[in-house]
């Protein structure tokens, strides 16, 4: 199978990826400062240009594709996922990113969505998670909090919300990484990791709905709260947050509990320590699962586990057939089986 | 004095039905008589019967299982109205077959089947053996279980593995009726059970004892023979609607040079199609099997984007379930062919059923104006050449095509001369080469109007299409009102223009002919028949038969508008009738119309043409 081209030598830049179209999301949407995150990700990647897909379904964020300068498909309403995976089976060469949102890829696309975890094509999706449907103008979505009142649930939603991460692991997905919108750097160090995993790398965007949602996750993202309700997590580093870097997770029973390095004899070895490589899933749904305030909320790549792609699986097949099949052209294949031969001798002369 | 079982007579046609329990191996059965029809030179077309279920209960009625050949000494385009042999192996499949088979057929039977407990499983009263109602049959008694278990005697092999070689005695029967050569089909034993060299033998002892058991009773009061068939020379098989569709995908697919991509979801009667692809790595098919209909569409839309032959393949419900991405591949100019194998419908409706009722849903079943090609295909083996041509049209002309086959195409098999790849009509699609200043994404080809094939990882090409529409040549998304029109006028024009690739409408008959019929899709068949039939006897009768509709061959209203009366038939309450009164408002068109799951039959065809004829 042929893998990703990278070329070393490939100077690109921001420039190279930014299209001449207007970008007409509202000022102050969380949308611009992952774009720009992006346009600044892809000239980092080593890959031409002309290898990228950009592809969406509908939404706000499904605008995307139009601002990139990029080969890029702006597909109809919950469908990303299999635009994204008929490219990628198509051609793996090339690098895919999906672009969706709460509604486009929870609600009306759940279904492509867990699919696409389970079967694993080497496919970025960026999900935009604003917990509000914004292009319609205010109704509560699959990630809306339970209770919260909108424009279609005046008394307050009864329905209890998708965590996208639990989602994603239950529907047997490898690889899920949470960003804010709010700090590009922490959205350019995640974007590169995805990139570079192969397989359905998903990450859930903390993003801001300045009209319809407007401080959804303040908690997680104003200056004054977000060091205590942010768990940035790296491979092999133990899960320290809050202002003074003093607070950390520990397993207690079968749940996690925070504690205080140095209080009652803690110290930083007792600190848990992160593993998004582990096949079990148990700590990753628990490290998903944490909400503010009581708990930080998890950022950075929580889940990381090697798997076969899909795309690799079907044409590794392609190849093998290629090599083995006796048939080599579709005339053997007419021609194979069951057939006779009618000559004129045994046709009594007719025709 | 010779015996009466040296007699020969000879028939220009025959329609044999094996009818037995789900388990009783009658598809098999008539598989290896359709072998041997083939050996013979006559050219034939089957039908398989199956139950809706997949194990309905032993012996009852809806577990009766039926395979239906109709072949002959000229050339044959229908599986056949009504048998004239029938094969019975237990008291339900004589009780579901009696409406199917002609009043003077011969029935032959396993009386050791017509026991009390299965005539009861069947719903008789009395045993139709002996209360008289077959009366005017020739009924062939035959206690084949007891036959079948004395010829595997001495294999000593258990009564069960006996039992399922019973169908061999039966075909051994069949086979002495039409004097065929019954050694050929050892050579099929010996391969399919190569493994078993037991199961071998037993099935060459049984299959030569029906032989001899039907030669030995005198039963008979003739034996039959039919003529070689006048077909052209040349290589010849068997294939099934759903097999030729399959592979004149895969031709297209090594004539365009694109790989084929087919995404779809498992649906009666089109899963085969499915099934076939996925069998084909090693031509770079991929067909995946899509978590639903809309992942189907969907995936072969990204498929397109990135250069493949795209295919979906669906029936009805599947087809509404589609029909917003239908959208989206217009409004995106894209290849892609979606074939509906149509069944009885609305809803889950027929499932195995067959009915020409999507015509409408495929013409016009979507938001917006959303036109696209419409086909159907007209036999089993021009599913084949369907296939390629729906191919063909979508990548040349950048637009989707819906090709309609039916379950009765899909199912049944027809005599399919093979060609050669080569030697079909070549395909070009209109892909841009790298770095062509010139491209700009809704740029037209001047006489096709389709836009350019800009595929991803070419360099220099880098755009963006989507659902939105499209300002026309940049491609940027516009909400601009002229635009709007104008793009809506090209994508209708552009399809309209197809009419100057496809072949001009071929009428049978001349113009003064009282009486033309119309039809379109799969009922070809039984619709030449019935006319070419009245034609010999003298009958002032033509016949027009659409496969392409959308758009209609160039020359339909020239063609057909100067017959005193014009009958559409179709299998639906009048959908391409209705068509043909929008298109051409000032003919006048009567119509026959039939919703009931099942098509048209010869006989009913001709005694309704001629009502009208006087």
């Known amino acids: 199978m042929e893998q990703l081209v990278k070329t070393k030598d490939l100077v690109l830049s921001k420039k190279d990826f930014e ?223 809050g202002k003074e870097k003093n607070r950390g997770l520990v397993l207690k029973g079968t749940g996690l509990e925070i504690v205080t390095i140095g209080e009652n004899g803690i110290t930083e070895k007792d600190i848990l320590v992160h593993n998004p490589y582990e096949v079990d899933p148990g700590i990753h749904i628990m490290l998903c699962e944490m909400k503010a305030p009581d708990f930080p909320v998890a950022l950075g790549v929580i889940r990381s586990v090697e798997a076969e792609t899909f795309e690799a699986a079907v044409w590794n097949s392609i190849d093998y057939e290629k090599d083995t099949s006796p048939l080599k052209k579709v005339d053997d294949l007419l021609r194979s089986g069951n057939t006779w031969r009618i000559s004129k001798s045994n046709n009594n002369g007719k025709k | 004095m010779a015996s009466k079982k040296d007699r020969v007579v000879d028939l220009e046609t025959a329609v044999i039905r094996f009818a037995g329990d789900s388990g009783d191996g009658m598809q098999l059965t008539g598989n290896l008589f359709s072998d041997s029809t083939a050996f013979a030179g006559n050219d034939f077309a089957t039908f398989p019967d199956y139950p809706a279920e997949i194990r309905a209960p032993q012996g009852t009625v809806s577990g009766v299982s039926g395979f239906q050949i109709h072949f002959g000494g000229i050339d044959i385009h229908t599986s056949g109205d009504l048998a004239d042999v029938l094969i019975a192996m237990n008291p339900a499949s004589l009780k579901a077959n009696m409406t199917w088979i002609t009043n003077e057929a011969i029935i032959i039977v396993d009386t050791d089947a017509f026991i009390e407990k299965n005539l009861t499983k069947a719903g008789y009263e009395t045993n139709p053996l002996k209360d008289g109602s077959l009366t005017g049959h020739l009924v062939v008694e035959a206690p084949v279980t007891t036959l079948t278990r004395e010829a595997v005697k001495e294999l000593h092999i258990d009564n069960k593995s006996a039992q399922k070689s019973k169908n061999m005695f039966a075909l051994g029967m069949v086979f002495y009726m039409f004097n065929r050569n019954y050694k050929k089909t050892f050579k099929f034993f010996e391969q399919k059970f190569k493994a078993n060299p037991l199961v071998v033998e037993a099935n060459k002892k049984v299959l030569t004892a029906g032989y001899h058991f039907a030669h030995t009773i005198e039963a008979f009061a003739n034996t039959f023979r039919i003529e070689p068939a006048p077909l052209d020379s040349g290589l010849y098989r068997n294939v099934t609607g759903n097999l030729a569709t399959a592979w004149g995908f895969l031709a297209a697919s090594e004539r365009s040079g694109r790989n084929l991509f087919l995404g779809s979801y498992p649906i009666t009667p089109a899963s085969e ?135 009765s195409l899909a199912n049944g098999s027809e005599v399919f001369k093979i060609p050669k790849v080569k030697a079909l009509p070549g395909i070009k699609p209109p892909i841009v080469k790298a770095n062509d200043p010139d491209y700009q994404p809704y740029r037209r080809d001047p006489e096709k109007l389709s836009r350019f094939w800009a595929i991803p990882g070419t360099e220099g090409l880098r755009h963006r299409i989507g659902g939105l529409e499209k300002q026309d040549i940049t491609g940027n998304v516009s909400h601009d009102p002229h635009n709007h029109q104008k793009m809506t006028d090209l994508r209708k024009e552009k399809v309209k223009r197809v009419a100057n690739y496809i072949p001009e409408l071929e009428v049978i008959g001349k113009e003064e002919e009282e009486l033309l019929i119309v039809g379109w899709g799969g009922t070809y068949g039984v619709m030449l028949t019935a006319v070419q039939d009245m034609r010999k006897e003298g009958k002032s009768i033509g016949l027009a038969h659409f496969k392409h509709i959308m758009p209609l061959p160039k020359n339909t209203k020239e063609a057909i508008s100067k017959y005193k009366k014009i009958l559409v038939c179709e299998l639906n309450s009048g959908q391409f009738v209705s068509y043909l009164r929008m298109t051409f408002p000032d003919i006048e068109y009567l119509q026959y119309n039939k919703i009931q799951g099942l098509p048209f039959m010869v006989k009913e065809l001709k005694e309704l043409f001629n009502t009208y004829l006087n």
């Open chain 2, 273 to 407: 199609i499915l099934q076939e692809l996925s069998r084909h790595k090693q031509f770079s098919a991929i067909a995946f099997q899509a978590e639903d209909e809309i992942a189907g569409i969907v995936s072969t839309i990204g498929a397109s984007f990135a250069g493949a032959l795209p295919i979906t393949s669906t029936s009805g419900p599947g087809l509404s379930l589609k029909s917003e991405a239908i959208g989206l591949a217009v409004m995106m100019e894209l290849p892609i062919v979606i074939v509906d194998v149509q069944r009885g419908g609305p809803s889950t409706g027929l499932p195995t059923k067959s009915e020409q009722s999507d015509l409408m849903q495929a013409l016009f079943g979507r938001n917006g104006e959303a036109p696209v090609i419409v086909m159907a295909a007209q036999s089993s083996a021009d599913c084949f050449y369907s296939a390629y041509e729906a191919a063909k049209l979508s990548l040349e002309h950048m637009t989707p095509v819906i090709l309609l086959t039916d379950g």
């Open chain 1, 19 to 241: 299209s001449d179209q207007m970008v007409k999301w509202c000022p102050g949407c969380g949308d611009h400062a992952i774009l720009r995150s992006v346009e600044n990700v892809f000239p980092e990647l080593g890959i031409p240009k002309e290898d990228f897909v950009v592809v969406s379904g509908i939404g706000c964020s499904s605008r995307f594709p139009y601002y990139m300068n990029t080969y890029g498909m702006h597909g109809i309403h919950g469908r990303a996922a299999p635009l994204a995976t008929g490219i990628k089976l198509t051609n793996p060469k090339l690098s895919v990113w999906m672009i969706t949102g709460d509604g486009d890829s929870l609600a009306i696309g759940g279904n492509h969505f867990i699919h696409l975890a389970r079967r694993n094509p080497d496919i970025n999706v960026l999900l935009f998670n604003n917990k509000i449907y914004g292009l319609t103008k205010g109704q509560f979505s699959p990630t809306t909090p339970k209770g919260s009142k909108t424009k279609s649930s005046p008394q307050g939603t009864f329905e209890v919300p998708f965590n996208p991460g639990e989602l994603v692991i239950g529907a047997r997905g490898k690889f899920f990484a949470r960003v804010v919108d709010t700090n590009p750097k922490m959205m350019t160090e995640v974007f590169l990791e995805a990139a570079k995993y192969r397989g359905a790398s998903i990450i859930e965007i903390l993003a801001n709905c300045v009209i319809f949602n407007n401080k959804i996750h303040s908690l997680v993202t104003s200056r004054e709260t977000k060091e205590d309700n942010q768990l940035f997590l790296r491979a092999g580093q133990p899960m320290i947050f």
